[in-house]
């Protein structure tokens, strides 16, 4: 299951991880974010040990929201070694986060 994430733990979470981490911006009234959930809950039991899965909610946590640019969600980072690796903002096929965290991986 991914981790939830907020202002005050994103940095030791997200940005000092040692794995590849995908942190999925959302909104409990957002629809489409609703959709991306089952691809991150998957993504986090298959890459489960190997990378991190996180979700940040942009309406109780703004912060970092802010400071990677999110303006429209569902937004999907994927941060390694604490730098943006790959971005995807709407929802997109599982395959296509797949395909991102494997590269991340090598």
Not at 62 to 69: D, L, N, R, S, V
């Amino acid at each position: 299951m991914p981790i939830e994430v907020n202002d005050s733990n994103f940095e030791e979470l997200v940005l000092q991880s040692d794995k590849p981490v995908y942190v999925d911006f959302w909104a409990a009234w957002c629809g489409p974010c609703r959709m991306i959930h089952p691809i991150m809950d998957q993504i986090s039991e298959e890459f489960a040990g190997k990378a991190v899965v996180a979700k940040v909610d942009v309406d109780a946590n703004q912060k970092w929201a802010a400071e990677y640019g999110v303006r429209n969600i569902p937004t999907v980072i994927l941060f390694k070694k604490g730098e943006i690796f790959a971005k995807q903002v709407g929802v997109a096929p599982k395959s296509l986060y797949v395909e991102k965290l494997e590269e991340a991986l090598k």
